[in-house]
Each structure stands twice: as structure tokens, then as C-alpha cells.
DNA sequence: AAAGCGTGGAG
DNA sequence: TCTCCAAGCTT
């Protein structure tokens, strides 16, 4: 039996979180806002969000202001909120949509767009433009999961728990009401249909629901566990000058933190370094000071930088290798990851 | 197509 | 401390 669209709707009526990029009933969002904070929500919680999304939007108005600023500022913009690809393809993305004048509003010409995958254009597509499709996430996963009591772990149950959820599109209501069915789905998802501890004894569907009925709900989805992550080692330099001005460098465009800044410092590799080997990748002969240690965790290893400093009289008198000066003031505005602002904070600095 | 890609908060 | 999780995309 297919749960109904309108029970679904109806609580979506009463129980709707009011969100920054969330028109009020009614209304509508623009395009922009509505990619705007899918991009950033990729992965990253709503309380994450909340302030990056304000910040952002004062800075870039619209698009074609996105669109014309220079790619360090929109990294810098976005520096803490962690997977700096989607940065740089929403940059990408607004000049291309910019050049285009107008916002697609189909699933295919969005999903051809840089950032844009199956998801993302569905989300945008019944959010903005009301297109009836389904976009389906992680929420919809976990609530059509425990719909129709799918135990096939994730994530080889994806293309199967997609197909679940778009029968639940089938309903007239559904369609006619795609932006608020799909936001009723992310919410029914984030404040009922929870990972853990879902309060079924609220739930618009709970009487249609066949994990709950077999009293599994909490159960699912099913993951594959994943494996362990490697341990890896790097040493970092704060090397600064007589007037306090740090000296940075900007990481490679490909790979982890690309394009972001970072102290000079070692590679990260498996093996721990020692200091003499550490001092060998120092951007400067000094009298280097071990500060202590950084531990920060990414989604695919740990990282335990060793942090020295050091202190010189200009950075011009010194041979230095690839960088650049930046004051204290500064730091702000600068594309610093979390890890590097770890690192300097246990320096002293920012 | 499995792996790479950040971060902070909750339990 | 540790594990899992949050509106996934790209290669």
C-alpha cells in the first residue's frame, strides 16, 4: 500500500522547520538560494549551514556577483565548512549558469552542471521550479528504507530504495505539491524518521509503515561497515617575521584541500617524521621551536601534525621557498581549513 | 565503481 | 574515546 501524499503534506503544514533558504508558505525561493544551500548541505548539518549560508549571501547577492569574484575569495568565503570541491564547482557553476542568463529548471540541464549530481538536480528542480520528481538523499533513503522494511544494506541498495521512492510520487497530491512534498520528506527525515530513536508514535505514515509494524525501524537502513582509517604524520612551520606577519602557501588544485592555504610543512605520509628530518622541510633556517601537536580527523585518515615556530627579522632576507606574507589581520579572510586553524591557534595566532 | 573528499556535534 | 552521522559529487 502506497502511504498517502496528502497525510504527508498535512503534517509538512504543521510541523515545517523554518529554514533561512525556506520561503515562507506559499512562497517561493529563488533559484539561487535554493542551489545555494543544496550545495552547501551536501553532507554538512543545518546548524553548519545556518551561518555560512547568511555570510555567504551578504557577500554574493546574487550570482552574476558570485560568478565575477575571484576564486581565492569564494574558497575563503567557504573555509570550515570542509569539502572545498563543492567551492570551487559552484564558482564554476555560476559563471556558467550566468552566461547561460537564465537558471535551468530541468533535471537534465541542471545535473550537467559542475557540483550538480542526481540529488542535487531533482532537489532543485521540485524545490524551485516544482518539477515533480523525487530528490532522494540520505532522509529519503532512511524513511522509504524503513517504509517498505528494505534490509539490503547501503550503499548496494541505492538504486533499488530509489525506485521505492518514486512510488511514493505517484499520487496526484505528490506532483501537484512537489517543492513542499520533497522538503516534507527532508523534514519528516531530520525530525521524526531519525537514525536513531525515530519517534514513530508521531509519524504522518507510521500507519503504513512496514518496519515499524515489524518493529524494526530503528534497525534500518543497513550500512556496509567501512574500514579503518590510516594514521598519517606531517610536521607544519609558523615562521614569522619582527612585525608578526605569518608566512603561508597555497596548496596544490588537485587533491585533499586543494587550492586552500596552508602553513609550509612536510607531505603527510604513514611514518612518523623525526625533528631533524622535519627541520629539513622548514621554509627557513631558524631556531625552530616545537609547539606541540595537532590531531585532526578527515573523512579518510587521521592526521597528527607536529607544529614549530619560529621567529625571524624579514621574510625578504631569507631564501623561502614557494608563499607568501600574511598579517595577523588578515588570517581571517584567508582560505585556511579547520586544520590549519588548529595549528596556528596552538601557535598563538587567530 | 570503489575510493577520495572536511568538519563538528551527538550519543 | 570512539563511532556514526549530515539535503553527495567526482573520477
Given at each position: 500500500m502506497i502511504p498517502s501524499a496528502s497525510a504527508l503534506l498535512d503534517w509538512y503544514e504543521r510541523h515545517r522547520r523554518d529554514l533561512p533558504w525556506r520561503a515562507p508558505p506559499g512562497g517561493r525561493t529563488p533559484p539561487y538560494h535554493v542551489w545555494l544551500s543544496e550545495i552547501m548541505l551536501q553532507q554538512t548539518t543545518v546548524v553548519t549551514v545556518k551561518p555560512y549560508y547568511s555570510r555567504f549571501l551578504s557577500r554574493y547577492p546574487t550570482i552574476e556577483a558570485l560568478a565575477k569574484a575571484p576564486q581565492e575569495d569564494v574558497l575563503a568565503a567557504w573555509a570550515g565548512l570542509g569539502y572545498y570541491t563543492r567551492a570551487r564547482n559552484l564558482h564554476a557553476c555560476a559563471q556558467q549558469i550566468a552566461a547561460l542568463g537564465a537558471f535551468p529548471s530541468t533535471v537534465p540541464a541542471l545535473r550537467?552542471?559542475?557540483?550538480?549530481g542526481d540529488y542535487t538536480a531533482r532537489a532543485i528542480a521540485a524545490i524551485?521550479?516544482?518539477?515533480?520528481v523525487v530528490p532522494v538523499d540520505g532522509n529519503v533513503e532512511r524513511v522509504t528504507s524503513r517504509l517498505f522494511a528494505?534490509?539490503?544494506?547501503?550503499p548496494a541498495a541505492r538504486r533499488l530504495l530509489a525506485q521505492q521512492a518514486a512510488i511514493?510520487?505517484?499520487?496526484p497530491a505528490a506532483q501537484a505539491n512537489a517543492s513542499d512534498f520533497a522538503q516534507a520528506l527532508f523534514d519528516l527525515g531530520a525530525t521524526i524518521c531519525t537514525p536513531r530513536a525515530p519517534t514513530c508514535i508521531l509519524c504522518p505514515w507510521q500507519p503504513r509503515c512496514s518496519a515499524y509494524a515489524q518493529g524494526i525501524a530503528e534497525k534500518l537502513p543497513v550500512k556496509t561497515p567501512r574500514g579503518a582509517k590510516p594514521q598519517k604524520y606531517g610536521a607544519c612551520f609558523v615562521l614569522r617575521d619582527r612585525h608578526g606577519a605569518v608566512w603561508l602557501r597555497r596548496r596544490p588544485?588537485?587533491?585533499?584541500?586543494?587550492g586552500m592555504t596552508e602553513l609550509p610543512g612536510t607531505n603527510w605520509r604513514l611514518e612518523a617524521w623525526s625533528e631533524q628530518e622535519a627541520l629539513s622541510h622548514a621554509p627557513a633556517q631558524a631556531e625552530w621551536r616545537e609547539v606541540g601537536f595537532v590531531t585532526h580527523v578527515f573523512t579518510h585518515l587521521t592526521l597528527q601534525l607536529t607544529v614549530y615556530d619560529a621567529q625571524i627579522?624579514?621574510?625578504?632576507?631569507h631564501p623561502l621557498g614557494e608563499g607568501f606574507s600574511c598579517s595577523v589581520q588578515a588570517l581571517e579572510a584567508q582560505a585556511l581549513p579547520s586544520v590549519m586553524r588548529k595549528c596556528l591557534a596552538l601557535a598563538g595566532l587567530s
Open positions: 550537467a552542471l559542475p557540483g550538480i524551485a521550479f516544482g518539477v515533480p528494505i534490509d539490503t544494506p547501503l511514493l510520487n505517484t499520487e588544485e588537485k587533491g585533499l584541500l586543494a627579522s624579514e621574510f625578504r632576507s
